[in-house]
């Protein structure tokens, strides 16, 4: 550039400065002429005030909005001119080539206050970007049931990052309880009530309060719903069981006894419903009876009694005093019979112990006579046995005929139900 002017120094002494050889440099290269222009030692002359612009050019990109040097905001690609001035009114141009992408857009949803049960789930949508939770996790969506503050990074292909974050407060659920199973009988009421919350709904009465009043005909389950200060809900249930005038039942019992002799008879064995006590209510007449717990009932008939005997006893349902069952039990009292079994015989066809007689035998009709060999095969059965086995098989192997040979045979007699069998052995002998 040139330069023609004359202007007096800090000394007051006047300066001519005439050059065209002057080199404007970089922008805001600055030449003291003026008020501020100087003379050094070395005469060089620094001139203020005369500038040139500079233009330069920029590629940028940026995530939702870029500010230029010069502070302007830019929203959107394009290509835009930015003028930059000194304070001393030199400007630099910049052209700016301007790729501005967008951020993903991320909402996890407002503060949530929920009650403790299945799990919230968030979601960061922007499928197929990068995630990263401040759990540590790094998928789409996250699962949650605990209370605490959830934030989560995204950020997509173009590097773009949005951050969001929630709250989430859950809540426990009330501890509603019903009480226990309660047992009535038909007919009967009973209270339920239920705490923990602080409104109820009871099914399947309907009724909304922490108290009722329940007679089912039947068994009924009792469920109720109950919400608590924070809206949350939880159910108990309770089971009412109805007891029926069919509860229990008593059925008759009979036994053979000879006299003299004591037996004793479990009478509920064949009775049913939870039957824990027995009571006699007319006792025998012609004996004494004697209640001996569990349901045994001992009896001992008077000296020299033949004939029928009999007592009632009634049961009641443990739970339901007024359901009660009774029944008869007969003693039929017999001779103590003398029962003799011989230890021979001899099937010789001669009219003299030519059967096995058992005295006393008749006495037990339903009897049940069995005979084996040495080796355990069994070769006789008769039931009932009426004392005619003439030492013949009936049964099993047999060789020459059904006359069995000389020998020792084992037996087992059954007399009755309620007495042990008998065992023995007797010698078969013809000759």
């Keep these: 550039i040139a330069v023609d ?14 050059d065209s050889n002057l080199i404007v440099g970089a922008p805001f290269e600055q030449h003291n002429l003026l008020g501020m222009d100087t003379l050094d030692n070395a005469g060089a002359i620094y001139i203020d005030g005369i500038c040139t612009p500079v ?38 141009i910049i052209t700016i080539n301007l790729t501005v992408n967008t951020i993903p857009a991320l909402d996890l949803g407002s503060d949530t206050v929920y009650c403790q049960g299945p799990s919230i789930l968030l979601d960061a949508g922007n499928s197929g970007a990068a995630f990263l939770w401040n759990d540590g996790s790094t998928g789409q969506q996250l699962e949650v049931n605990t209370t605490g503050i959830y934030s989560v990074t995204v950020t997509n292909a173009n590097n773009c990052a949005a951050s969001d ?33 602080l409104s109820y709904v009871w099914s399947p009465t309907g009724d909304t309060t922490d108290m009722i009043n329940v007679s089912p005909s039947i068994g009924t389950w009792y469920i109720v719903s109950g919400t608590d200060a924070n ?18 039942a008593a059925n008759w019992d009979s036994m053979t006894v000879e006299n003299p002799s004591i037996v ?27 209640n001996m717990g569990m349901g045994f009932i001992e009896y001992t008939p008077d000296v020299d009694f033949i004939g029928t005997d009999s007592l009632t006893y009634v049961i009641c349902d443990p739970n339901c005093a007024n359901f009660c069952d009774t029944t008869t039990v007969y003693f039929y009292v017999i001779e103590d019979v003398v029962l003799i079994v011989p230890s021979g015989f001899t099937p010789n066809g001669d009219g003299i112990n030519d059967e096995l007689v058992i005295v006393g035998l008749s006495e037990y009709p339903n009897n049940e006579l069995l005979i084996f060999n040495r080796w355990g095969n069994q070769i006789f059965s008769a039931k009932p046995y009426e004392n005619n086995w003439v030492g013949q098989s009936n049964s099993g192997l047999t060789f020459g005929g059904n006359e069995v040979v000389d020998g020792t045979y084992f037996y087992v007699l059954y007399l009755d139900n309620d007495i042990e069998p008998l065992n023995g052995s007797v ?4 000759q």
């Design 5 to 18: 002017r004359t202007q007096n120094d800090q000394f007051g002494r006047s300066l001519s400065i005439s």
């Design 165 to 197: 974050s929630i709250n989430i407060l859950v809540n426990e659920l009330p501890a509603i309880n019903a009480g226990i199973d309660n047992i009535i009988c038909l007919g009967d009421t009973t209270t339920l009530n239920v705490t923990g919350g």
């Design 55 to 92: 233009t330069s050019a920029l590629t940028e990109s940026a995530c939702a909005s870029y500010t230029s040097p010069s502070g302007t905001i830019y929203t959107t690609s394009g290509i835009y001119l930015d003028t930059i001035s000194s304070s001393l009114g030199c400007d630099s």
């Design 427 to 430: 010698e078969l002998k013809r």
């Design 264 to 290: 004793s008879i479990n009478v509920a064995i064949n009775d049913t419903g939870s039957v824990t006590t027995i009571t006699i209510l007319d006792p025998p007449v012609n004996g004494t009876a004697q």
């Design 231 to 248: 809206d949350c809900a939880n159910t108990d249930s309770v089971y009412v069981d109805v007891i029926t005038l069919g509860s229990v």
